[in-house]
């Protein structure tokens, strides 16, 4: 088991909604910015949503208004709510975490390991 595990994500009709859920799978030392990415067959990974610690959040344009980012910082989870979905959705979404696995080591990047999300027209 990797250190983010997703859940969620499935098929769903255009105009539906989605959840996905991203959460560690044991305590780090820090966990800082937090999101989503998603990569459409043929084409580059590209940033969905994230959110800091602080609680800012950014979006990219094709999904704003249609999603929405929740992170808990108690259980160190990040959601995904996908309203509105479009057929261009469709693609694996992957969790992504900016961590610090103890103190003293600098933060690096991890990734889920992909949740497939299918919209129909």
């Known amino acids: 088991q990797g250190l983010l595990v997703e859940s969620g994500g499935g098929s769903e009709q255009a105009g539906g909604s989605l959840r996905l859920s991203c959460a560690l799978s044991r305590r780090v030392f820090r966990v800082n910015a937090m999101g989503w990415y998603r990569q459409a067959p043929g084409k580059q990974r590209e940033m969905v949503a994230f959110?800091?610690?602080?609680?800012?959040?950014n979006y990219a344009e094709s999904v704003k208004g249609r999603f929405t980012i929740f992170r808990d910082n108690a259980r160190n989870t990040v959601d995904l709510q996908m309203n509105s979905l479009k057929p261009e959705d469709t693609a694996v979404y992957y969790c992504?975490?900016?961590?610090?696995?103890?103190?003293?080591?600098?933060?690096?990047?991890?990734w889920g390991q992909g949740t497939q999300v299918t919209v129909s027209s």
């Open positions: 992504n975490a900016a961590l610090n696995l103890a103190l003293g080591i600098a933060p690096s990047t991890y």
């Open positions: 959110v800091s610690s602080s609680g800012s959040t």
